[in-house]
Every structure is written in structure tokens, then in C-alpha cells.
């Protein structure tokens, strides 16, 4: 699909486009330049819900800026595609830490941009990452924080034919087997639990880089983890709502980008304090990489600290309080 240079204009491509603005406003500080990029009405759905407003972008961004002023970010891969002919949707993933240090986390912004404006954002922080590297109390930082929840495109129901359209509008057919195939894997092994089946899909020698700075290698560690992360919500399922493809060799070729959503009751092993046996709603993305045919990395992330929040909440122990959603 041929896209219109108005789509990233002045930045000679997508690529460039992301990379740069992002630097921007949270290397330089130019907080102000989101009232150029961003529509006065654009959404952002976060771990903490939905925000509909521009303002909010700008005061979230402060505040994140803010609280971590010796944090500097880069881009470790941009994931876009095109949406029509003046849009695209990006799956950047961007590598947060100190210049000289071995604590890092990452987060994944998926934006939506239209003719250089963004108009709906879908974004994911490792909050886990930073909570571990400092020794918090995560039921503390949880309790702290107000889960909004969702409104707009996340509260409808997924599109029927997610290869064809998914939330940010219809999708060019590229690469094809490849999307299958990830799609196929998220339903036999995340949904119908046939966690043999890893090794259809996946390389021997895969990694998977997930909350927490987690590393997982091999597909016996990729059906540990996701053990983990279901055992708490023995019975919830994976939506796919989005989907993007990009191949490029400064990211290692062809990598395909997934916005999933998840619920599920949590009544299972009560790994975020006393079972609710009430719904969750889980905003994550995963980016997977291919090398001849097969899966040989995954990037999963989601934000535990919110999702601790939001289970909080059920219980009642939250204090009242706004969170940021930017």
C-alpha cells in the first residue's frame, strides 16, 4: 500500500517519524510539541483506562518526565504499517533506563496517526521492572493507584475478521502466513491451553522478553511462563485486536505486532492477594520476530502494577485517588 508523505512529513518515513518525535518530547523535553502532535480529541487507552483528551497526555507526560528525570529512552524497534493511504499505525517499542546502568525497563506505545496527528494511542509500560529494581511493596504501589477503566473502541466487541480490520481500521494483506500464524498460535496455545504445541510454532532456541525484565528461553521456560500468568485466571482468554507487520533489517526483518486483550475471573491462584472471583481486563501487546518461517522471539508485555490496581479495586482496599494514564 502506497502511503502519502503527508502521513510523516517532515521525517523521510514512519520509522524516522516515530523515532524522532518520541526523542523529542521525552529526551528534549519539548512537552509542548504534543499540542502539535497529538488532535485536541485523541484517545489513549492505557493499563489504568481510557483518557480522551489531549491536556491529559500533556499532564501524564509531565509527570512521567518528572519522576524519573535521569531515565532516558530509545527506540529498540518500530513495528508500522500502513492504514489507508495519509495514515499509519507504529508498535514502537522503546528501551527506558540510566545511561550507564543495568536497570532498564521497556514499554510499547502503538499509535495511530493520521496526516502526522495522533488519534488513538494503545500503550503499555514494564511497571513491574521498575517496582523490582527498587525493592517496592507492589500491593502498596497498587493500592496507590485508581483504575479509570475503558470506554471507546476497547469496550466493542474485537472485528470478525482481525487480518482484514482490527481497531485502528482496515489493514493492508501483508505477509499473510506469517499473520496465520501467530494468530493460530495465540489460539491453540494461549486460548486452548495446547501448550505441546509451542514447538509448532516457536525455534528450539527461542527467547521471550516479558514483564519484570523477565528472560525466558527455550519452549519449555515460553509454557512456564504463560502457566504463570494463567494460574491466577485459570479460565480467561485472549482477544486479538489489532495486528501490524514490518519488515526491516535494523530490527532483524520481518516482526509482527499484536494488541491482545484479556479477561478472565480471578479465581484461580491468588498471586495478586485474596481471590475477587471478579473479571479482569488486560490491556497488552507482544511483538514476535520471525526467521525463516518460524517464531524466534517474542516482547509480551502488559502492566502487572496495574493489573494489581484493578484487582485492588474489586476488593475495595484502593484508596481513592486519579492515576496516570499517560
Known sequence: MSLDPVAYLPYKDPDDFIREVTDLIWVDRSIHYIRENYEPDSIVHGAYGTSTTRDEVIEGTLMRISSTPDRTGQAADVIWEARGDDAFLSSHLVLSGHLQSSAHS???????????????????????????????????????????????????????????????????????????????????VWNERDLQKVEKYFHRDLVLQTVGNKVVIRPEGYRRALLHFLEAFPGGQFEIRDIQTNYDVRYAG???????????????????????????????????????GALVKEVRLWDDIALRAQIAGMRGDEPVGPSNIY
Open 106 to 188: 521497556y514499554t510499547i506505545a502503538n499509535c495511530l496517526y493520521r496526516r502526522g496527528r495522533m488519534v488513538e494511542e494503545w500503550v503499555v509500560r514494564d511497571s513491574l521492572a521498575g517496582a523490582l529494581e527498587t525493592g517496592a511493596d507492589l500491593d502498596e504501589l497498587a493500592r496507590a493507584q485508581a483504575f479509570r477503566g475503558y470506554t471507546g473502541s476497547w469496550t466493542e466487541p474485537a472485528q470478525p475478521d482481525v487480518i482484514a480490520k482490527g481497531d485502528s481500521g482496515e489493514r493492508p494483506d501483508d505477509y499473510r502466513s506469517e499473520v496465520e500464524t501467530v494468530i493460530d498460535m495465540i489460539q491453540t
Open 254 to 292: 520481518l516482526r509482527v505486532a499484536v494488541t491482545w486483550k484479556f479477561t478472565g475471573l480471578y479465581n484461580g491462584k491468588p498471586n495478586y492477594g485474596p481471590l475477587t472471583g471478579k473479571p479482569v481486563d488486560v490491556l497488552g501487546i507482544s511483538q514476535f520476530t520471525f526467521h525463516n
